[in-house]
């Protein structure tokens, strides 16, 4: 099969594509011949090694002290069954599904094999290859934050930094979905996107101040990292809360205490990757209430332009990668009239 390795950290160039076996699933594992994927900021992170100031070390140790441990990136995709090992109940061949690898990664490839059980989930038929692909990585991490850790309710205001991104643009939807008051900041060309997407007031972040006096939120959500606390506390009310979920180093460390010590409350940390997790938002997308923004799509020979798009660090959403296999004998339309018709409650 084909696929895309990196063996040093770097630009776009580490990026080589190879040809490598394809795998064979284990009894309780699933092969997927891979559809769509995404280049995500988790690819980013782990291609370039870049962290927040102070944490590079801690970059390696995640990533690969010498070089990558995982050589294969992509962190969600959408696809087919091809095979299932022989334990393997629930999925069949030809099922269509939405995967989510996360920090396993290994979805830059025509194949790629998860345990059955794992962060695997059938694909809505009305949802396309594309979408679905795009849906994991922003909408886990959103729902993650705002619902299981931040605990938003309907009617709280929320101010939500990096609305244009892939994680914000999950955030302003799922915020509005749970029916908070959503003030979104993104630049001016994103504005009406992001107001599209639900966003009740939206802040040019380069025309206007972020944090304005006299305004005050329940939450502040900062999905890009240039909101620190010493900023971001004046805009929270009493018993509010500040989410990072990109931030600066210090804020991870000593966010908790200084927030405390306002009578606010910082949440922080990792996003769970965990399949009632993409269960839900998935869902979510079914039902309609969530739509993955697609920036652009690429060919899977152009894997590197991809990575290029994410370098700028300006994508709107989610950059979306068709893998077409050189082998592969239906067409995407084929295959999407062959998804299964998946009944949500
Ligand atoms: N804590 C966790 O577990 C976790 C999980 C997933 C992701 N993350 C982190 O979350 C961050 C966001 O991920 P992502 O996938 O959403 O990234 P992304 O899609 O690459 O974000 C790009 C967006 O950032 C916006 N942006 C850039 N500078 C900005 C600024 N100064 N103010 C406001 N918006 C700005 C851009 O909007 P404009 O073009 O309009 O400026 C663009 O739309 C990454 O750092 C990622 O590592 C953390």
């Known amino acids: 099969m084909l696929a895309y390795s990196y063996k040093q950290y770097g630009s776009p160039d ?20 891979i559809f769509a ?15 927040p100031k102070g944490l590079g ?3 390696r140790v995640v990533f690969g002290l010498r070089g990558p441990r995982k050589p294969i990136l992509g962190t969600e995709f959408s696809g087919v069954i091809e095979a299932v090992g022989a334990n393997v109940t629930h999925y069949q061949t030809s099922d269509a599904v939405i995967g989510f690898p996360g920090a396993a990664f290994g979805a830059h490839a025509e194949f790629i094999t998860m345990p059955a059980n794992g962060k695997l ?39 939500i930094n990096g609305a244009s991104g892939s994680v914000g643009s999950a955030c302003v939807q799922i915020a509005k979905h749970l029916g ?33 006096k006299g305004t005050q939120y329940d939450m502040v959500v900062d999905t890009v990292g240039t909101l620190p606390w010493a900023k971001a506390k004046h805009a929270i009310k009493r018993g509010g809360k500040m989410v990072l979920i990109a931030g600066i180093t210090s804020d991870m460390f000593f966010g908790s205490l200084k ?5 606010k409350k910082m949440v922080g940390g990792v996003a769970s990757e965990d399949r009632d997790i993409l269960e839900a938002v998935v869902i979510l997308a079914h039902q309609g209430v969530f739509q993955p923004v697609i920036d652009r799509s690429y060919a899977f020979e152009d894997m590197k332009a991809a990575h290029a798009h994410v370098d700028t660090g300006r994508k709107k959403g989610n950059v979306v990668v068709t893998v077409t296999s050189q082998d ?4 995407p339309i084929e295959m999407e009239l062959q998804s299964k018709d998946v009944v949500y409650a």
């Open 121 to 159: 989930t059938l694909k809505p038929d009305n949802i396309s290859f594309e979408h679905a692909a795009a849906i994991p990585f922003g909408a886990t991490t959103a729902y993650d934050f705002l619902v299981n850790k931040a605990k938003l309710q309907r009617g709280e205001t929320v101010l």
């Open 328 to 331: 592969r004998t239906r067409s």
């Open 14 to 33: 580490v990026i080589k594509q190879v040809t490598l076996p394809q795998p064979t699933p284990k009894p309780n594992e699933v092969l997927i011949r």
């Open 259 to 263: 927030a405390r010590l306002a009578g």
């Open 57 to 59: 070390i801690m970059g």
């Open 180 to 212: 908070a008051h959503v003030t979104a900041v993104c630049s001016g060309g994103n504005a009406e996107m992001v107001r599209t997407l639900g966003a009740d007031h939206v802040i040019n972040y380069r025309a206007q101040n972020v944090v304005e």
């Open 37 to 51: 994927t995404t280049v995500s900021a988790g690819d980013w992170r782990a291609r370039s090694l870049t962290m």
